[in-house]
């Protein structure tokens, strides 16, 4: 049995497009919870630095986030990346010690 797949995702908002960013994120989250694989993928905007907003997600397996990545939710905010961040995606993985 493979290990979970916890990870944190980074999303820093183009100036003006903060608004436009937590909405099309939030738009995404019932779709992506029912995804094959998915146990957690919540939102959250950052107290210190508004406009950035933190994804933490658990998947079952590599395979599961793998798909998320190529699943039609996820691609569809993509696609407005440019659009609607400042700097690239940041991708953490973690590593749970308790």
């Given at each position: 049995m493979s290990e979970h797949v916890h990870l944190i995702a980074r999303l820093i908002a183009r100036e003006g497009q903060e608004a436009a960013l937590a909405q099309a994120v939030a738009?995404?989250?019932p779709a992506v919870l029912e995804?094959?694989?998915?146990?957690?993928y919540t939102a959250h905007e950052s107290c210190e630095?508004?406009?950035t907003i933190?994804?933490?997600?658990?998947?079952?397996?590599q395979a599961a986030l793998d798909g998320?990545?190529?699943?039609?939710?996820f691609c569809a905010l993509a696609a407005r990346f440019d659009e609607l961040l400042r700097k690239p995606l940041?991708?953490?993985?973690?590593?749970?010690?308790a």
């Open positions: 738009a995404i989250v995804e094959p694989g998915c146990l957690a630095r508004p406009g933190v994804m933490y997600e658990i998947w079952e397996s998320h990545a190529g699943g039609a939710s940041a991708i953490e993985t973690l590593r749970r010690l």
